[in-house]
C-alpha cells in the first residue's frame, strides 16, 4: 500500500526543515489544527455510537481498556532492564506507549477511507478509552516512597487535559445531538483530510528539528521508537481478533497500539512525575514512533492485515 497522499505532507515539513526553508506555522494556528482534529473526530465517533451502541460494544470496550493498562506493562521491563533507565523515566515512557496519538489515528483514517476500506464508525470511542488505562499504569510502575504525588492536579490533567477533554466530550455531544450534528458537518466533516494535511505538515517540522536530541540519548530510544510500535501493533491484532473487529478495524487498533501520545501523556506526566525526563519521552514519541508509524507503519500494517484477512 503506497504512502497517502495526506502523509506526504509529513515528509514535504521534514524536508523543510531538513533544508532551514521559512515554514514555520504560528503556535496558535498549530493549535487550532489540533482541537479541529479532536472534535472532528469525537464528533463522527458519537454520531455512529448512537447507531450502532448495543451489549457487544460493552465487551469490546472492556477488551480495549485491558489492551491500554498492558502495553506498559511490556514497555517498563525493556525500559528498565535494558535501556538502563530509571525507573520514573521507564515508567513515563511506557506511560506514552500504552496511550494513543490522535494524529496518527486520523492518518490511518485517512488511508483506510481513501482505499475504501470500511471499519467501526463507532471507533473514536475506543480512542477515547484508550487515553486514559495507561497513564494510571504508568503512575503505580513509577511508585516507590520517595515519589510524591500531588493527586489533585494529577486527577485534573489524567481527565482534563485537552486530548481527552475534547475528544470524550465532542463524542458525548455527537452522540447525544444525534441527526443535529449535520448542521456541523460541512466543516468539521468536509475540511478534515485539508486540516489534516497542515497539522502534518507541521509535524514533519517540529518531529524533524528535534532529531539532534537522538544523538544525545543513543541507539537505545531510537530502537525502541521502532520496536515497540510493531510489537504495540501485533498486540493490538490479536485483540481485534479477540472482538472480531473487521479488517478496517483491526488495522485502526493495530495502529492505536503502535502509536505514542505526545499530548495527552506528556501534560499528565509532567505534573505526576516532576522528575522525570519529558524530553526523553517526547523525543522518542514524536520523533522516532510519530514518522515510523506515519511512513512506514501504517503502510505496513494495512498491507499484512489485508493479506491475512482476505
Given at each position: 500500500m503506497q504512502l497517502d497522499v495526506v502523509a506526504a505532507f509529513f515528509l514535504l515539513g521534514a524536508l523543510a526543515q531538513l533544508f532551514k526553508a521559512p515554514i514555520k506555522m504560528p503556535k496558535g494556528l498549530y493549535q487550532s489544527l489540533t482541537i479541529f482534529l479532536l472534535i472532528a473526530i469525537g464528533l463522527k465517533g458519537g454520531i455512529a455510537l448512537g447507531q450502532y451502541g448495543n451489549l457487544e460494544l460493552l465487551w469490546q470496550s472492556?477488551?480495549?481498556?485491558?489492551?491500554?493498562?498492558?502495553?506498559?506493562?511490556?514497555?517498563?521491563?525493556?525500559?528498565?532492564?535494558?535501556?538502563?533507565?530509571?525507573?520514573?523515566?521507564?515508567?513515563?515512557?511506557?506511560?506514552h506507549y500504552g496511550s494513543v496519538s490522535i494524529a496518527t489515528f486520523a492518518v490511518a483514517l485517512a488511508v483506510l477511507e481513501a482505499n475504501e476500506i470500511s471499519y467501526e464508525p463507532y471507533f473514536p470511542l475506543f480512542v477515547a478509552l484508550l487515553e486514559i488505562p495507561a497513564i494510571a499504569v504508568g503512575l503505580l510502575l513509577a511508585s516507590n516512597k520517595n515519589q510524591s504525588l500531588d493527586l489533585k492536579k494529577t486527577l485534573h490533567e489524567i481527565f482534563l487535559n485537552q486530548g481527552v477533554l475534547l475528544l470524550t466530550g465532542s463524542l458525548i455531544l455527537g452522540w447525544w445531538a444525534g441527526d443535529q450534528t449535520q448542521k456541523l458537518m460541512p466543516f468539521f466533516g468536509n475540511l478534515f483530510y485539508g486540516v489534516l494535511a497542515l497539522f502534518l505538515l507541521e509535524m514533519g517540522r517540529i518531529a524533524t528539528s528535534r532529531?539532534?536530541?537522538?544523538?544525545?540519548?543513543?541507539?537505545?530510544?531510537?530502537?525502541?521508537?521502532?520496536?515497540?510500535?510493531?510489537?504495540?501493533?501485533?498486540?493490538?491484532?490479536?485483540?481485534?481478533?479477540?472482538?472480531?473487529?473487521?479488517?478496517?478495524?483491526?488495522?485502526?487498533?493495530?495502529?492505536?497500539?503502535?502509536?505514542?501520545?505526545?499530548?495527552?501523556?506528556?501534560?499528565?506526566?509532567?505534573?505526576?512525575?516532576?522528575?522525570?525526563?519529558?524530553?526523553?519521552?517526547?523525543?522518542?514519541?514524536?520523533?522516532?514512533?510519530?514518522?515510523?508509524?506515519?511512513l512506514v507503519g501504517i503502510p505496513l500494517y494495512s498491507t499484512l492485515i489485508i493479506s491475512f484477512m482476505a
Open positions: 472492556f477488551v480495549i481498556i485491558l489492551f491500554g493498562a498492558t502495553l506498559p506493562l511490556f514497555a517498563f521491563p525493556v525500559l528498565l532492564k535494558f535501556g538502563g533507565l530509571n525507573r520514573t523515566d521507564s515508567a513515563s515512557i511506557a506511560a532529531i539532534n536530541l537522538l544523538k544525545e540519548y543513543g541507539s537505545f530510544i531510537a530502537s525502541f521508537g521502532v520496536v515497540m510500535p510493531l510489537f504495540g501493533a501485533l498486540l493490538g491484532t490479536l485483540a481485534a481478533q479477540l472482538i472480531d473487529l473487521t479488517v478496517g478495524g483491526t488495522i485502526l487498533l493495530a495502529t492505536l497500539g503502535a502509536s505514542a501520545s505526545y499530548i495527552a501523556v506528556p501534560a499528565a506526566m509532567s505534573v505526576a512525575l516532576p522528575k522525570a525526563n519529558h524530553s526523553l519521552s517526547i523525543t522518542s514519541s514524536l520523533t522516532v514512533t510519530f514518522p515510523f508509524n506515519v
